[in-house]
């Protein structure tokens, strides 16, 4: 059955070329986006897979095409850094990847724009966010957890083992990430709105504090680690903060943290956008290739 699929694999970083390698093994592929790696080792990764000298090659006769995560870093035009830039070339818009698509084919990204979903299915084709999958949140908190402890052992002149540290937020990747913290010898306080989150996190083994008490009395640390994605850490709990204190945001966007306010205050902070895919490119590569195998063999099965 699989090897009659088709499929075209468009830009992304590292992560996406692990992934092309992970399932040209089982499909048969097409590729675009990857200039950057050609006449480097990596190109072995795409020794399998048909190499295409434009985008359009690449999805015309694909059953599915995969867009990467994210899909887009402008709501408009395919997120593509392994992709040479040329003088004058326009970016490739993802409306125009709907539109060289055969109809009743399938469309898989990650955080695929709303608008594009829409469009997508204009002109008769499927979508999937992969980005939503639990199976991929939760795989993806580990590689997520070990690059922001990397990034903190870089940042601060302490090791781990003893110093105080707060996780704001409990979700999948809070919860990896204040876990490990604590295998590692950190006492850690775990910052939360619901009373669920902080049940668990007194249950692991943190000092649960809710986000309400936190705003009022901050607790004292060497270390902040976010993973919320709306604004907390804003001018007047900035100010409340201790100086030097280095605040870790993992939050889409950096949207947690006023940066302006954090520089005033003397509050460091290292963003971390995309930690997996430049920490750990093959395990986060191998994370999205299994979650994306499953609904190909899915999807094509009801045919």
Avoid at 62 to 85: E, F, M, R
Avoid at 100 to 105: A, D, F, V
Avoid at 190 to 197: F, L, N
Avoid at 292 to 298: A, C, E, Y
Wanted: charged residues 20%; glycine residues 10%; negative net charge.
């Amino acid at each position: 059955m699989s090897e009659t699929i088709k499929i075209g694999i468009l830009g992304g970083d590292r992560r996406q070329l692990a992934m092309a390698d992970c399932l040209a093994r089982d499909f048969e592929c097409a590729v675009w986006g990857f200039d950057a790696v050609y006449g480097t080792q990596e190109e072995e990764k795409l020794k399998n897979a048909v190499r295409c000298a434009d985008f359009e090659s690449a999805v015309k006769c694909s059953d599915a095409v995969i867009l990467p995560l994210p899909s887009t870093t402008d709501g408009k035009y395919l997120n593509c850094p392994l992709q040479k830039i040329r003088e004058n070339a326009p970016g490739v818009k993802l409306g125009a990847i709907c539109e060289k698509m055969p109809i009743g084919s399938l469309l898989l990204g990650g955080m695929i724009p709303q608008v594009i979903v829409k469009y997508a299915a204009e002109h008769g084709i499927e979508t999937y966010d992969y980005y939503n999958s639990e199976e991929l949140q939760i795989k993806n908190s580990v590689p997520t957890a070990e690059g922001a402890i990397a990034a903190c052992i870089n940042h601060l002149p302490i090791t781990v083992s003893g110093m105080r540290a707060v996780v704001v937020g409990y979700g999948r990747c809070g919860r990896t990430l204040a876990t490990r913290l604590k295998l590692l010898g950190a006492e850690v306080y775990v910052v939360a709105r619901s009373v669920k989150d902080l049940s668990w996190a007194a249950v692991d083994g943190c000092v649960a504090v809710s986000l309400g008490e936190y705003k009022e009395y901050p607790v004292p640390c060497d270390a902040i680690f976010n993973t919320v994605p709306y604004l907390i850490f804003n001018e007047e709990l900035l100010k409340s903060i201790k100086a030097g204190t280095v605040i870790f945001e993992l939050a889409t966007g950096n949207s947690g943290v006023d940066l302006e306010a954090a520089e005033t205050s003397g509050i460091k902070v290292v963003p971390l956008p995309s930690l997996p895919g430049k920490t750990s490119p093959e395990s986060a590569g191998g994370i999205i290739c299994s979650v994306i195998r499953d609904k190909l063999n899915g999807h094509f099965e009801r045919r």
